[in-house]
């Protein structure tokens, strides 16, 4: 089992440390390794990673109910900790990879069939995580389905890959209502059925092939204040344009009030700036108590990121992780992020986040647990 990072490791904490283990020979050039390390911490590569020591670990098991630090979990709850720590153990691997091309190309001689006896069982979970199962913090996810034409108009599949992560309330975009491509299937209400979330609200980006097509909020909380947001003056599909929407809810979850959004942003630049704007003026003094979750159409660090940071809000994934990609996009092999979770500032620091491993659409959907205000 890999040994979790004491708090305020870095990338050399990470790095030097393996390499007798992995390097069977002598270097010749030790110093020329340290120098490219060097190189990767002045590209922002050696930020401090957060981890604390594991107090003990729980293994899963089918009839298995654990205590984590005070917290209560059957197995159902703790499989997505398990997912995350396996996506780690693999983030991990890629850097041993990256560190052997490095020592490979600083002149050291390398066996590289030496194993890493320090990967990390993606069956354990340590005791530190056990803020992401308690009882005062929220369980989301943010999905983009596609109507569900990647996986055959098979609503089962998308229904699986929500239940797998167990979500309190989900994000969904690109869904229809009744349209003649989808066998008329009123799939906001099939969802919420198959998923087991009883309450739902369903907003329109524009009527569409007989029915009409939109995003959906999932939730296991009551929902209150559903709206629908226009994020531009369009009214119809038009030269590869469209209506964009947000919806929202405020939602009754444990005992507190939280407003929830998801969107679905323009697929051209020019239009996102407005779109972000739209969105922030729509949260106005609600912004700290709101989460924020879509299909963003961009990559980190652009104009609808960009406003939510300056309303105050975190982004989830990012807050959690510091050394992993988060990509989405294309779910069969994902290379660019651009789908998100945004926290307002009056929530706990994210516990959990993760991005399962789906072809069910075409992307991968995001899913986190952050605290409660």
Not at 87 to 93: D, E, L, Q, V
């Amino acid at each position: 089992m890999h040994r979790p990072l004491e708090s305020g490791a870095t990338l050399g904490d990470l790095v030097l440390p393996r390499l007798p283990a992995v390097a069977r020979g002598r270097c010749r050039r030790p110093g020329a390794l340290r120098a490219r390390l060097r190189v990767l911490r002045r590209a922002g590569l050696d930020r401090r990673v957060a981890g604390s020591p594991a107090v003990r670990a729980i293994r899963r098991d089918d009839t298995q109910v654990v205590g984590i630090a005070g917290a209560v979990a059957t197995r159902d709850m703790v499989r997505p900790l398990l997912f995350e720590r396996h996506m780690r153990a693999r983030s991990k691997a890629f850097l041993l990879v990256s560190v052997l091309a490095l020592a490979a190309g600083s002149g050291c001689a390398v066996d590289t069939s030496a194993g890493d006896a320090d990967d990390e069982d993606a069956e354990e979970v340590v005791a530190s995580e056990g803020a992401a199962i308690s009882g005062s913090s929220l369980r989301v996810m943010t999905y983009n389905i596609k109507y569900g034409s990647e996986s055959g108009l098979d609503l089962g599949k998308l229904a699986a890959v929500v239940k797998e992560s167990s979500p309190d309330i989900v994000g969904l975009q690109e869904v229809d209502e009744a349209t003649r491509r989808s066998g008329n299937k009123h799939e906001t209400d099939e969802l919420a059925t198959l998923t087991g979330m009883a309450y739902r609200y369903f907003g329109a980006n524009f009527d569409y092939d007989g029915g009409k097509y939109g995003l959906a909020i999932l939730s296991k909380y009551p929902l209150a204040n559903t709206r629908t947001i226009r994020l531009d003056a369009r009214t119809k599909r038009e030269n590869g344009y469209e209506p964009r929407i947000a919806v929202a809810a405020d939602v009754n979850a444990k005992g507190r009030t939280i407003t929830f959004v998801t969107v679905h942003a323009s697929l051209h630049e020019e239009e996102r700036d407005d779109n972000a704007r739209a969105i922030v003026a729509a949260l106005g003094a609600s912004a700290s108590r709101s989460i924020v979750c879509g299909d963003f159409n961009e990559t980190p660090g652009k104009a609808i990121g960009d406003a939510l940071t300056g309303a105050g809000m975190v982004d989830a994934f990012d807050e959690k992780h510091r050394f992993q990609l988060g990509f989405t996009v294309p779910a069969s092999f994902p290379i660019r992020r651009i789908d998100f979770i945004y926290r307002g500032k009056s929530f706990g620091k994210t516990a959990h986040a993760w991005v399962p491993s789906t072809k069910a659409s075409d992307h991968r959907p995001v899913a986190a647990v952050i605290p409660l205000p």
